[in-house]
């Protein structure tokens, strides 16, 4: 299951921090909000360390579809009704800056990257929606027009076209910036302590802290856990599907998302909330999409990756909280990560040398607005369900009934335990209590791992953690 940006570069590895040391900042998680937040920091003279818990880019950054784009699905008119035409100008203003500002970057440092500028579209088969997201879009000052012709043989009514976006090779960009910074690999931030972070064979004591973890592990203060879910979505490699310039998304729940890299043709889609896919059939879904729209090709590579979501569909970036002046956080980015890292950076960047940025309050996580309580509930329902399943629901299977690559919750003389049964018959038992706040946690079948319904984090087989925010693995027997 490895991406196929993970199949064609091979990154730089860095130490451990052995030791303690001092710096202006330090940046925990090197994916590409951190260390796009680092290069800022650093081209601004601020002396920036980075500790990353496993490599460069080895979270959800390594299995990105890497569009850089503002155009966030079909969402301009949306965002006008929800949060007035001036946040929704700054909102497409951060982002069409971050995009610009990768092309800069790129140029100035002679990246070399796979840049290429594209097109980007939102296809729907709804005429009035088409129609209302052109103008919405126009009315923030996007040069975007509605077109009926698409590349890709999706049945639709039409598309909306940000001209002027791009797509690139996420880990090549990564790789070349991180050889400018000071990175300490396989170095997981273990505490943090107003100024001072601890790792397992150092410390390093700084004046500000960035959180750029994906989803933040410091549960008090921020309560990240209570405003964001995670959503699971999976990806293949397509061979002979055929050539397309732009890069394409569908409006609505099971739509699906294309671009090019070279040969091969990205198709994504199949999503759901992160831990949520007990019957499987991800992969399978998107290769049934495949052999019906691309009847000619062959998939040569399969992967998926998860992202935060806020309420509001803005990500936070900004103060971590109120009591922590010095903390600063960026997450939340609703699966249009290059961008909002860019965002993050540009932001943050400013945030630390105080310097006034036209669009903080756009995405200050200490907002709050009474639209976002309906889906606080809902996650908050959700999480509860998590919880609570793991004392009132009486698991059905028994580890004798369980198929050959099958994985579940099963009774076990010693009570509940999560079981996976490999296709040789040997049996994994792990515990089936997430460590991060305790819900219970179950099988996902496509990606044989134990994932968390109420928070997202993912555990592997043998209990090792795989995604936070849990930093540790669960108990293996
Ligand atoms: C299927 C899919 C496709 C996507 N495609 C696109 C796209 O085309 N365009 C787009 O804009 N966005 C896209 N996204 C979103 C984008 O990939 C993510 O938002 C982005 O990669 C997140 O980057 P990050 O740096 O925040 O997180 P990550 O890349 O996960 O980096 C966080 C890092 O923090 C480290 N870490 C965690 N805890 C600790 C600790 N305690 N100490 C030290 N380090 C720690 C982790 O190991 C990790 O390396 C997609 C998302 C999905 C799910």
Redesign the pocket.
Known sequence: MESIWCKTCDIKRYPELEGNVKTDVVV????????LTAWQLEQAGVHTVV???????????????????SQHGMFCHSFIEKKGKETAEKYVQANQAAVEEYKRIMKEQEIACDLSERDAYVYSGEEEKLRQEAEAAQSLGIDASLERQIEVPVSCAGVVRFPGQA?FH?LKFLGALAEKLKIYEH????EVNENLVK?PRGSVKADKIVF????P?INFPGLYFARMHQ?????IALENAGKISG?YIGDGENSL?F?QYENYLLL?GA?HRTGENRTGGRYEKLKEAAGKLFPQSSVAACW?????ITADKIPFIGPYAADRPNWFV??G?????????MV?AMLLRDQICEIRNPFEEVFAPSRFSMEEIPQLMKDGGKAVKGLTKRFFHLPSETVNALEPGHGAVVETPLGKAGVYKSEKGEVFQVDVVCPHMGCELSWNPDERSWDCPCHGSRFDCEGNPM??PA?EGIPYE
């Open positions: 925990i998680g090197a994916g590409m909000a951190g260390i500790l990353e818990a496993d490599t460069i880019g080895a979270g959800q950054t390594q299995n990105t579809t890497a569009k850089i784009t797509q996420p170095t997981p931030a273990t790792t750029a973890t994906h989803f592990f959503e699971r979505s999976y990806v890069m998302s671009r994504g999503a998926s990756a998860q992202d935060c960026a997450t980015f609703q699966k249009w990560g290059m961008s909002s890292s993050s995604e936070g930093q």
